[in-house]
Structure formats: C-alpha cells, structure tokens
C-alpha cells in the first residue's frame, strides 16, 4: 500500500467541509438521543436496578453496557439482511500523474451513452449480521467510466476511472424509541470501521493529436478509518426510511473521505422464510487522495460520485 504524501494543501473544498459538519452534527444528535433516552428511562431518582449506567471520562458521559446488553447479546437471535443494488451515480473529479492531469465529469447526459458502449460498469452489494445490539456490516461498490476531457494548455486526453471501495464496520445501537415496525419508531447507532479502495487511473493523449502510446497511468491501493452514523424511522407498517453517514481517511489514507446515504425501505412481503423489502434512496462518496507512486511521480486523485439508488433487501 502507498504511503500519502500530504503537503498541507486545502483538500476539502466546501463540499466536504459541509458533509464533515453533517456527519458531526449527526453525532450529536444521536448522543442528544441517548441521553433523552436514559433520562425517559430512569426519571428523576435516576437508573432503575439493572439499567445501564452512564460513565465519565474526561468530562464526556457515555453510556455502559449493563446485564441487560449481555442479555441481549448472548439471547437475541441472529438477524441477516442481503441488498444487491444499483447505484446510478455520476462520476466529477481529477486526476493528476506527475505532470499529466485532467478533470472529468461524467453527468446523467453520458450515462446512457457510457452505457450502451460497453464504457460504464458497475457492482454493488450490502450484507450485514445483527444480533442483539450489536451490527457488523460490508457494503462494496465498484465503477468504471471513460471520459474525454480537455487537458488545460495542452490536447484532448481520454480518461479512464475505474473505483473499487469495500467498508466494514461494526455498530453498536444506542438509540431505540417506541415499539418496532410502528410508526414513530427510532433507532440510532454509532459504527466504526474501516473502507478499502482501489483506483485506477490512465490518461491517454487522444490519437488525433499523438500516438497513444503517450498514455500514463496509476493504480493506488489504500485503508482509510471511518466513523459514522445511522438512523432509522419507522415511517408506517410497511415504509421506514434509513440514513447513514460516515466520514474517514484523516491523513492515514485519503486526505479526507465522506459518505451519505438516504434510502426509502418499502416491504414487500414475504419469499419463504426471508421479509423482502423494495429500496429507493441517494447516495454520495467523495474521497481526495495524495501520494508518490513507485516510479517517484506525484499522484492525486480526486473523486465524488453521487447518485439514485435502487435495490431489494432480503432479512431473515
């Protein structure tokens, strides 16, 4: 794996910076609704015997799992969910090897274009295990787009992005209000992780102008940290809406890396054994990342794809 090269440049952008807020401001939304919640719970001569206790460290109070998080551990059954999906998503961004760059945008208008050429790619899949409390859970993407850019002062180039990224993450459910599958119902967790990607890059002079053979290109392999948040609200019987946010890299890999997702879960009914549930949502990544590749050439790569998803879920 490259090591980053960071050099103290303005990588976020505003765009960024405004996802870092959301994801932070989610944070405390969702420790505002634990602490509700406790206080619901235990009233005013505090935690009840048995609840769970609240710890202080360093001035912050984080709640403490008591018997009955074991209880739930140990006693509640497995839970499994499995969600192939299509994620229709534009691709922006830049890339830069040595001193070669362009910028690309691959927009709803290429979409179809890409698509009927053979140029556009893309896999998805969401799988994750639940017991108790407790969630581990992997969501894989991967895309691939071709774009015709313009190099600024120099010819056309043609640029081929391909971008493969696969998280893990473990949650931990800290919120849960009302009764579940009734309207009103919340659940909220915090999750931790981490998120492998892969990216390929290569720009080649368009052979109008020169002999492709004065292509270059990259593949950098990296591990960004993450941390993030979900939420979901039981909107009827038979319609909830999930949310989930996460923010990474922080230098260790990416510069910066943000993800938000939004997505309608509208059941179905049942296929055997398992709930089968429609999916209607939007999600957005972004990542920046910097590094010096083994041929000693500077490389950056700069990416946010965004888009509708759609997909069926399969829990049992």
Do not use: C
């Not at 362009?102 to 009927?116: I, N, P, Q, R």
């Not at 579940?180 to 999750?191: A, D, K, S, T």
């Not at 292509?215 to 999930?242: C, H, I, K, M, N």
Request: proline letters at 5%.
């Amino acid at each position: 794996m490259a090591r980053s090269a960071h050099r103290g440049r303005d990588v976020g952008g505003p765009t960024a910076r405004v996802a870092a807020a959301m994801l932070l401001a989610s944070f405390s939304l969702s420790l505002a609704g634990v602490a509700r919640a406790q206080s619901e719970r235990h009233g005013p001569r505090g935690p009840e015997p048995g609840a769970a206790g609240v710890a202080a460290v360093g001035g912050t109070s984080f709640p403490v799992p008591d018997r009955g998080f074991v209880d739930r551990l140990r006693d509640d059954p497995w839970e499994f969910t499995v969600a192939p999906y299509l994620w229709v998503s534009t691709v922006q961004g830049k890339t830069a090897i040595g001193a070669r760059s362009a910028s690309f945008d691959v927009d709803y208008s290429k979409l179809f274009d890409l698509l009927g050429n053979g140029d556009l790619f893309a896999a998805m899949g969401f799988f994750a295990a639940r017991k108790g409390p407790i969630t581990a859970f992997v969501d894989f993407s991967g895309t691939m787009a071709k774009d015709d850019p313009e190099v600024r002062n120099v010819v056309p180039v043609k640029v081929d992005v391909n971008t493969i990224f696969l998280e893990f993450a473990l949650a931990w459910n800290l919120l849960d209000l009302g009764t579940p599958g009734q309207p009103g119902h919340v659940e909220g967790n915090l999750h931790a992780g981490f998120r492998w990607n892969r990216a390929f890059s290569r720009l080649a002079l368009d052979p109008s102008a020169i002999d492709l053979r004065r292509s270059t290109s990259t593949t950098q392999d990296w591990v960004d940290p993450l941390v993030g948040a979900a939420f979901t609200l039981d909107a009827s019987e038979r319609v909830s809406l999930y949310f989930r946010g996460d923010i990474g890299g922080f230098g260790a890999g990416s510069q910066l890396a943000w993800e938000a997702m939004g997505v309608f879960d509208v059941y179905l009914g049942m296929m055997g054994a398992a709930q089968t549930d429609l999916l209607l949502g939007y999600k957005a990544y972004s990542f920046d990342y910097e590094t010096v590749d083994g041929k000693g050439r500077d490389v950056r790569l700069l990416e946010t794809m965004a888009g509708p998803v759609v997909g069926l879920a399969w829990k049992f």
